[in-house]
């Protein structure tokens, strides 16, 4: 069973931030919290993932809260391509590390 | 691109045939994992190989199987197709197995059972 809460969509301007709040407040210190997207009906596409600490790459940046309940993954300057179900998921280093547990994810939607 | 392809892109076959399924991991990756996604279930993971062997199952019914060659792509062969098989299969690859391995996802088979 998926371990996060997100909400089911969201809709943001393009060339806004976008900023997508995921809950996963039973993780644990052994988890890391990774993102992915699915524009479609392709194949989920890994944007970024971390464990304690703030990470950025050329995709996005994810905020992960002090307490690691929360994180926040911001899209800096959203296009009509970012459109897609976001996933947050929560990966066990000790049990289920081998799979990825999709929840429904969010629905974003960048409007022109 | 992720590097990972998948193999044929749609598939429409009838009830009780036999079909399989083909990935091809990126360059270097050992393991080979296959999820399937359906409308009411969302994103399922299926079962995973690293190296040619057998890692973990998901929810994978017995009528499908699986293997991983010497040459590390993959096949999902689905047997005795139902109605409600017809789904998006994804294979996703990653260098080793682990908690802290990105996997990187193919584009996917889409298979439609009349």
Redesign the interface.
């Known amino acids: 069973d998926a371990k996060t809460t997100q909400p089911p969509s969201m809709d943001c301007a393009e060339g806004r931030a976008a900023n997508l709040p995921c809950n996963h407040s039973t993780i644990s210190g052994?988890?890391?919290v990774?993102w992915?997207r699915?524009i479609h009906?392709?194949?989920?596409?890994?944007i970024i993932?971390g464990l304690k600490n703030n990470e950025t790459n050329e995709m996005a940046s994810l905020i992960i809260t002090e307490d690691r309940k929360s994180s926040t993954l911001i899209l800096p300057h959203a296009t009509l391509r970012d459109t897609a179900v976001y996933?947050c998921i929560v990966?066990?280093?000790i049990q289920g590390?081998?799979?990825?547990?999709?929840?429904?994810g969010t629905r974003l939607t960048i409007n022109p | 691109d992720s590097g990972v392809t998948q193999t044929p892109k749609h598939l429409i076959t009838a009830t009780g045939q036999r079909v399989t399924l083909r990935c091809s991991p990126r360059s270097g990756d050992l393991s080979v994992y296959w999820y399937q996604q359906s409308l009411d279930q969302g994103l399922q993971f299926l079962i995973h190989y690293y190296n040619g062997e057998e890692r973990a199952k998901g929810n994978i019914l017995e009528r499908f199987s699986a293997q991983q060659f010497p040459d590390l792509h993959s096949e999902l062969n689905l047997s005795s197709l139902e109605l409600g098989d017809s789904a998006l299969y994804f294979c996703a690859s990653s260098y080793r197995t682990g908690v802290a391995e990105t996997q990187y996802f193919g584009p996917g088979t889409r298979l439609l059972v009349l």
């Open positions: 052994n988890e890391y990774y992915y699915q009906s392709q194949g989920p596409q890994y993932h996933y990966r066990d280093i590390a081998q799979k990825l547990v999709f929840g429904q």
